[in-house]
DNA sequence: CCCAGACTAGACAGACCTGTCTGGTACTTT
DNA sequence: AAAGTACCAGACAGGTCTGTCTAGTCTGGG
């Protein structure tokens, strides 16, 4: 999920340098989400972030609980700059607004998909923390794109959606695996005849 | 990918019984599938289905040549049982027929989500072989939905299909991660809202 | 000054990983 | 009968994984 930019942490953390727990995060959210959380060791994320692995464990008990922190901290970004575009424009325009930016955001570089969905596939039991941080997420998106559609008065606007995540959740795996650019083309048809629907 | 049932091995290759290969790919898929592939090692593979070691690599060269077996495999079964339900109906009934077993399949149980999608979220190298498989897969899941349309006389067949196949990739995200029941009570909307379009 | 807490470096345990290799059994084909 | 092949069991190598632990350094507050 995480609908809009600021979901790719490689173009938001670039800045390994500051606390030792600030620089854990920001190496690892980059590696978790670039070479996948199972691929990526807590040697890497320590010897990369520059900091000993007793204070690794000093900040953070397991390694899942690291990675629920980069879900959270990712969450908190994400729904910032949800709010930020959603506000910047009319409410009637907000949801092409919302979908062009998720246009561009699949077609930038580095970009691999949805963090929060590539965690739960990497985590199957639905019963993980992890997976509680990812059903938080989406309970989220979906309840803002609900509001923007109740703010530019759509008459359906639970069903619709329901039909836009869908709608993301496509667009963002065919970024992923096949060709973004050729999403982005079909994204703004799709979304037009969902909302007019 | 693979959009309709046939795509779940568990449900579909119960028997680990025949050749020690056989036994191999029938319980690897499994694992695969429901565990993860990154999560399940040889030595777990080659014990629940009673085989060597010396023999499983006397089959499968490496890991990922398993792996690649297995998605090959679950392609073929995919492909077939698209053919035979696109065929068992009139042309102009054939998408809803299909999403309506999309839909079907997503609340099956032990539905997990697209195996090629998932292998892709494990395979983050888009150079990868595994990434072959998953892209090949795709392109035949598009052209199909596109011949699809074509029978039914659809006037716009191409980016109608580019729009389903979103559509698939979300309903199948959504069904994973999310309430299998809402998602398939979200999708014909979807699809008949599309079609239209 | 003193001391608590955050930090560093790195060894260590115990488990797991892929892939190789040895040695032996059983079946089938020539 | 002989040979080749498929299969079995399991040790082994070399590496990686998470997490613990020892031992020592640095720094800021009282």
């Known amino acids: 999920m995480s609908s809009i930019p600021l979901e790719l942490p490689g173009a938001l953390v670039p800045t390994p340098r500051g606390r030792p727990r600030d620089r854990v995060l920001a190496t690892a959210s980059v590696l978790f989400y670039t070479v996948g959380i199972r691929a990526v060791g807590i040697d890497r994320i320590i010897a990369e972030a520059g900091v ?81 941080v990812v059903a938080d997420h989406r309970r989220w998106y979906a309840d803002a794109v609900r509001d923007v559609l109740v703010a530019a008065e759509h008459p359906s606007p639970d069903e619709t959606a329901r039909m836009l995540v869908m709608l993301r959740d496509g667009v963002v795996i065919g970024g992923q695996v096949d060709d973004p650019a050729a999403v982005k083309a079909t994204l703004r048809a799709a979304v037009t005849a969902l909302v007019a629907a």
Do not use: I
Request: aromatic residues 12%.
């Open 52 to 132: 000993a692995k007793a204070t690794f464990y000093h900040h953070f008990p397991t390694k899942d609980a690291l990675v629920c922190a980069y879900l959270t901290d990712l969450h908190d970004r994400s729904a910032s700059a949800f709010a930020a575009l959603a506000s910047s424009v009319e409410p009637v325009d907000a949801v092409l607004a919302l979908f062009d930016a998720l246009g561009e955001f699949t077609c930038g570089p580095g970009f691999r998909g949805c963090a929060f969905v590539n965690a739960a596939v990497e985590y199957p039991d639905p019963a993980s923390p992890v997976r509680a």
